[in-house]
């Protein structure tokens, strides 16, 4: 028998959701900025984007996410310290 018991999701949920695709979508433009050569700010939404998925691998508990986006934080400010070959 069907219960009538209806569990909603907590707005917890919906916030994860928002930084997910706003992340997603931020990565997207660093890739569409640097297909235009568009430096050094698709390095700045590539940041974004890392930061904002790193914060959901956080929220997830998620250690695997959370490590691949730290990895890439780490050597996306590593590349922006040691500047660009000229």
Not at 9 to 18: I, L
Not at 23 to 39: C, E, L, N, P, V
Not at 46 to 72: E, P
Request: hydrophobic share 55%; charged share 10%; aromatic share 14%.
């Amino acid at each position: 028998m069907p219960s009538d018991v209806v569990i909603e999701r907590p707005r917890f949920d919906r916030g994860v959701f928002a930084v997910k695709w706003g992340a997603s979508i931020i990565q997207i433009m660093g890739y569409t900025a640097t297909r235009f050569g568009w430096t050094p700010w698709n390095l700045y939404l590539f940041l974004i984007g890392v930061l904002g998925w790193f914060a959901v691998g956080v929220l997830w508990n998620d250690r695997a996410l959370m490590l691949v986006h730290l990895v890439a934080l780490g050597a996306m400010i590593a590349g922006m310290a040691s500047g660009s070959p000229s």
